[in-house]
């Protein structure tokens, strides 16, 4: 098993669709090398931007194997195998991303109501099915959806992931990084890299190890000389990359033009990417970028973001 600690920035991936819904795969290369030049160091695909809660097991297979193949040998891949209401569909997709190369499988807990020893039962599936990749927890929500909807300790929990054999790392989405720390305290081999985007300068200096998130889509660069900077102790300047980048988040956060649809209209205008359509069946519905595009904010977004974040041209 692969037991390299990835570090820096790596893009949420968004799952570009036509508008039947159809996953167009031949974006796969195109948002691959477009990542390799913004100095990616991989990609984290069929999470909540990669919209996997809203396709179906056959797309997010067929996504995966396009996403995988492109970026062979250029960036590692997580491939985000939960969401599913039958858990024996997390399990094939796990078997299918380690057939492909994924460098690691993840998941979310089952639900608010399944226990720990659920979640843990259901991780050693996963485990089972990918026997040979590492398996990376997401953490949402203070763990509840690790523990029957309430808190739970750092050391609790991996004690309780002890039973899990591929178990290497966190998707740390969460704003309370004294957690983080604490997991770093009782594992310090763990792979931490945090989804909190507008937060990411904090929970580099709590000790994670990267950051997974939708803003980093299209802010993969920007990223990349911010944590640069904090390296270089020049925080006031890295904390100035960091609010111009939240001012983006705020731009396309905004009901008028939607924070996925944003990210497409983005990949389209900047980056000259046709991200398509979101999901018929998300909280997106059928939007395109070039609905957003008509939309009040729309070109405001454009602007604020060629005036505020820095692309490696």
Not at 72 to 83: A, M, N, Q, R
Not at 158 to 186: C, M
Not at 262 to 278: D, Q, R, S
Not at 282 to 308: M, Q, T
Request: with cysteine.
């Amino acid at each position: 098993m692969t037991e390299q600690l990835i570090t820096g920035v790596l893009p949420a991936l968004i799952t570009p669709l036509d508008k039947d819904g159809n996953v167009k795969t031949e974006l796969a290369q195109p948002l691959v090398d477009m990542y390799v030049k913004q100095q990616a160091d991989g990609l984290y695909m069929l999470g909540w931007t990669g919209e996997g809660e809203h396709l179906s097991v056959e797309k997010r297979k067929q996504w995966a194997a396009a996403v995988l193949a492109a970026a062979k040998d250029k960036l590692p891949v997580f491939v985000h195998v939960g969401y599913n209401r039958n858990l024996d569909d997390s399990i094939e997709l796990a078997a299918h991303a380690a057939e492909h190369g994924a460098y690691a499988v993840s998941s979310v807990g089952i639900s608010e109501e399944a226990s720990l020893e659920d979640n843990v039962a259901y991780f050693k599936r996963i485990a089972a099915a990918a026997p040979n990749v590492p398996f990376y927890i997401y953490w949402v929500a203070m763990g509840k959806t690790l523990t029957g909807g309430t808190e739970i300790d750092p050391p609790a929990l991996l004690e309780a992931l002890k039973e899990v054999p591929t178990f290497r790392g966190i998707k740390f989405t969460d704003n309370n990084f004294y957690i983080l720390e604490r997991f770093k305290k009782y594992r310090p081999d763990l792979n931490i890299l945090t989804g909190a985007d507008q937060l990411a300068i904090c929970s580099q200096y709590m000790g994670s190890d990267g950051n997974i998130g939708a803003l980093q889509a299209v802010t993969c660069y920007h990223f990349k000389v911010m944590m640069e900077k904090i390296n270089e102790g020049k925080y006031d300047e890295a904390r100035e990359l960091q609010y111009r980048a939240n001012d983006v988040n705020e731009a396309y956060s905004r009901a008028a033009v939607g924070a996925l649809p944003g990210i497409k209209l983005l990949l389209e205008k900047v980056f000259g990417i046709p991200a398509g359509y979101c999901s018929p069946t998300g909280p997106y519905a059928g939007i395109a970028h070039s609905e957003a595009d008509g939309g009040d904010g729309a070109a405001e977004l454009v602007e604020l973001f060629r005036k505020n974040i820095l692309v490696n041209e």
